[in-house]
C-alpha cells in the first residue's frame, strides 16, 4: 500500500456528476481523473478546447466512463451557467462542484499593472465565485443537495510576497468556503477546501519557477518530508472530500504539503540546520565534567558544517 494507489473502494463516486474546472490540465486533470476511475459523470471546462477534449479521450479511454467538455473563461457568469446548463442536459443533475481553475505569475508587487492584478484576482476570485453562485442557486431552486470543493493555497491565510494578487484571491476563496459552510448547510450543501503544497505541474511550476529558478530553488527542500506531493495522495483526498464518506465534513480547509508552511511559520525551525556536532557539544557545555577539549573539537567541526 502507498500513497501513490488509489484509497477509496471502485465506484465509491459512481452515479455521481462533478463539474471541474481547469479539469484540462495539471492538478484538476488528475483529480478529475480518479474521480472517473471511481465512476463518477466528469465535466470538464477551461478555455481550451482542445486541451480538454485530449484529456477526456485520455481520462474515459482508462476509466469507460464518460467525460464532458465544455469551453468556458470562468471570469464570464454567463458562460459559467452554460457549462452547468450543459452539464445538467448531459447528465440530469449536479452533485458536485469543484473550484480548481486559477491564473497566477510571479513578480514583485510594484511591477504589476492594475490590468495584471485584476486578471488573477478574477481568474481565483471572481472565477470560484461565478461558479459557487451559480450552482448554489441551481441546488436550492432544485431543492437538491450539493457539494462544493475549493483549490486554495497555504498562502490563503500565511500571505505570501511575489504572489499577492494570487494570495489575496486564495484568502478570499477561503473565506467564501467557510461562510457559505454555515450559510448553505440548511439546503444541504457543504463546502470545504484544500490547501496543496508543492505538486508539480506544468502550469505552475513553469509560470512560477521560470527557466534556471527551477533548479536553483527546489521547493521539496523547504518541506520538512523532503520530498514535493504525488498527485494520486491529492486525488484521494479530494475523491474523499467530494464523497458521501465525508459527509459531516463542512467548513474544513485540509492541508497537503509535508508540513511546509509550518516549518516556515514554527519560530525555531531553521534549527534543523544545526549539524549533529554542535549539539553534542551544547549538550557537553551543559553538563558537568566533560571533556573540554571534546567539545571544543566538537563545536568547531559543528561550526565548519554549520550552513546558516
Ligand atoms: C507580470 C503579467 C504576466 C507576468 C501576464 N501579465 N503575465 N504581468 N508578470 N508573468 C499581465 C499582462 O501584461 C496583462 O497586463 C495582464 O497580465 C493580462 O495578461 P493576459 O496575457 O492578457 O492574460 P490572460 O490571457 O487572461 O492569461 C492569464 C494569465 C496566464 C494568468 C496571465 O498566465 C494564464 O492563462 N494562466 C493560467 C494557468 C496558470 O496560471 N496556472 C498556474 C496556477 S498555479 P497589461 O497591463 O499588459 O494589459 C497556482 C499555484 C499556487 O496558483 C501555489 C503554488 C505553491
Ligand atoms: P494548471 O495546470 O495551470 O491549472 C490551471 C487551470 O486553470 C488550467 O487548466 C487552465 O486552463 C485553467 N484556467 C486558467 N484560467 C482560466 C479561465 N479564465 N477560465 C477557465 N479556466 C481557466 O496548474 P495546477 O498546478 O494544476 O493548478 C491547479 C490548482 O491547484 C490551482 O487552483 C492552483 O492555484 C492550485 N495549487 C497548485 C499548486 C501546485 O504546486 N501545482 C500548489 C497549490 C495550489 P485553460 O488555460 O485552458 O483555461
Excluded at 172 to 199: C, D, H, Q
Aim: charged share 25%; hydrophobic share 40%.
Amino acid at each position: 500500500m502507498s500513497h501513490t494507489q488509489g484509497m477509496l473502494s471502485p465506484e465509491s463516486l459512481k452515479g455521481k456528476t462533478i463539474i471541474v474546472t481547469g479539469g484540462g490540465t495539471g492538478l484538476g486533470k488528475s483529480m478529475g481523473s480518479y474521480f472517473s476511475e471511481l465512476g463518477a459523470n466528469l465535466v470538464i471546462t477551461s478555455r481550451k478546447m482542445e486541451v480538454l477534449e485530449e484529456t477526456a479521450k485520455e481520462i474515459t479511454a482508462k476509466s469507460g466512463y464518460p467525460v464532458h467538455c465544455v469551453a468556458c473563461d470562468v471570469r464570464e457568469y454567463e458562460q459559467v451557467e452554460r457549462v452547468i446548463s450543459e452539464a445538467k442536459e448531459k447528465f440530469g443533475s449536479v452533485d458536485v462542484l469543484l473550484n480548481n481553475a486559477a491564473g497566477n505569475f510571479i513578480s514583485p508587487t510594484e511591477r504589476l499593472s492594475h490590468r495584471a492584478f485584476d486578471t488573477v484576482v478574477d481568474i481565483v476570485l471572481r472565477g470560484s465565485y461565478n461558479f459557487t453562485l451559480a450552482m448554489g442557486k441551481d441546488w436550492i431552486e432544485n431543492k437538491q443537495k450539493g457539494n462544493i470543493l475549493n483549490i486554495v493555497t497555504t498562502y490563503a491565510w500565511t500571505g505570501s510576497g511575489y504572489v499577492v494578487p494570487s494570495a489575496c484571491a486564495k484568502s478570499g476563496v477561503l473565506a467564501m468556503t467557510r461562510s457559505l459552510a454555515v450559510e448553505w448547510a440548511k439546503y444541504g450543501i457543504r463546502s470545504n477546501a484544500i490547501a496543496p503544497g508543492p505538486f508539480p505541474t506544468e502550469g505552475a511550476w513553469d509560470r512560477l519557477l521560470p527557466g534556471n529558478l527551477k533548479k536553483k530553488y527546489d521547493p521539496a527542500t523547504k518541506v520538512p518530508l523532503k520530498r514535493v506531493g504525488d498527485h494520486q495522495e491529492l486525488a484521494n483526498l479530494a475523491a474523499y472530500l467530494v464523497s458521501d464518506y465525508s459527509a459531516y465534513i463542512n467548513g474544513e480547509v485540509i492541508t497537503i504539503d509535508g508540513g511546509e508552511w509550518l516549518m516556515g511559520a514554527g519560530e525555531f525551525n531553521g534549527l534543523e540546520a544545526i549539524p549533529e556536532e554542535l549539539w553534542d557539544a551544547m549538550e557537553m557545555g551543559r553538563k558537568k565534567g566533560g571533556s573540554k577539549l571534546k567539545m571544543m573539537w566538537l563545536y568547531f567541526k559543528g561550526m565548519r558544517k554549520l550552513k546558516i
